[in-house]
């Protein structure tokens, strides 16, 4: 997926795990983009309830959650 088309308000209330066997998490918000431009996004883990900001390009090569 071309992150430059993306729109990123899209993938608000998705899901998606951390590589093939990792924990799952929402996507909860939008961050502003880093000093280098990359967009950041909010992402809640359910088992600790944590909320924590992760690269948008990091964040596509993540599996959808089914």
Do not use: H
């Not at 795990?17 to 990359?38: Q, T």
Request: cysteine-free.
């Amino acid at each position: 997926m071309d992150i430059f088309q993306l729109e990123p308000q899209s993938l608000l209330g998705t899901w998606r795990r951390f590589g093939d066997a990792g924990p799952a998490y929402e996507i909860v918000g939008i961050g502003a983009p880093d000093d280098d431009g990359a967009r950041r996004m909010l992402v809640r883990m359910p088992e600790t309830d944590e909320e924590v900001l992760y690269r948008l390009d990091e964040l596509l090569d993540d599996p959808v959650e089914t």
